[in-house]
């Protein structure tokens, strides 16, 4: 059975600090991994990466995969209040159903 | 342009009541999907549509239905509705399939079954 597992569950920690989200997964038919960032409403695309070893970066957020060991990591520098939200990770499959495979999601509180 | 549109926002049904939750896109995509989301599950996809015209279930397709008759549209019911039903719904879209493309998500309903 697919599956994409992620951790913590949830992390408090306070402004100007570094945070690491870990995603990892065990999907057949594996074709990209994608991160989602949710704040109440709709999750919206941060990030999608397919190869091994190459960072994506969004100011002070990057994200890396690593197809050897099944795993993802979503780093965020410097956090401000405003990163506070649910960090989802999700698995693209192939074929044509266009389907992902999520995990239970990251809660990050970041205090002032 | 809108993206991807919900209609309602919040709605309340007594067990045993029907009702059509309304998804809209206005990216011209092929692909759309609803989910639900319950705590500490992340999203789970309930039924999805390739194209206009079909669908197909997804991970938990019980107790739901679905309609995809015009391109942009896809309408999911509840026939029967149950507690374990109580939940947020999302729909989304992509452009394509093959696994390397991004969904796009609508706002969310919330939806309490007493």
């Known amino acids: 059975e697919d599956k994409v597992v992620q951790s913590p569950l949830s992390l408090v920690v306070h402004e100007g600090d570094t945070v690491t989200l870990n995603c990892s997964y065990e999907v057949t038919n594996f074709r990209s991994l994608l991160w989602y960032k949710q704040e109440k409403k709709a999750p919206t695309f941060l990030f999608m990466l397919t190869s091994s070893g190459i960072e994506k970066k969004s100011g002070r957020l990057s994200s890396i995969l690593d197809k050897k060991e099944l795993f993802s990591i979503l780093n965020i520098t410097a956090t401000q209040t405003g990163d506070s939200a649910v960090y989802l990770c999700?698995?693209?499959?192939?074929?044509?159903?266009?389907?992902?495979?999520f995990g239970q999601g990251t809660t990050l509180q970041v205090k002032p | 342009n809108a993206g991807v549109t919900q209609t309602p926002k919040f709605r309340v049904l007594k067990t045993g009541q029907s009702m059509t939750l309304l998804c809209a896109q206005d990216m011209n995509h092929e692909y759309m999907y609803w989910y639900r989301q319950d705590p500490g599950m992340g999203l789970r996809l309930i039924h999805y549509s390739v194209g206009e015209g079909t669908t197909a279930k997804g991970e938990v397709p019980d107790g739901y239905n679905v309609s995809r008759l015009k391109k942009q549209n896809f309408l999911l019911g509840l026939e029967s509705a149950a507690p374990s039903q109580t939940s947020v719904y999302f729909c989304?879209?992509?452009?394509?399939?093959?696994?390397?493309?991004?969904?796009?998500f609508g706002p969310g309903t919330r939806l309490t079954v007493t």
């Open positions: 999700a698995v693209g499959v192939g074929g044509n159903t266009g389907k992902l495979i």
């Open positions: 989304a879209s992509s452009s394509r399939g093959g696994g390397y493309v991004e969904q796009y």
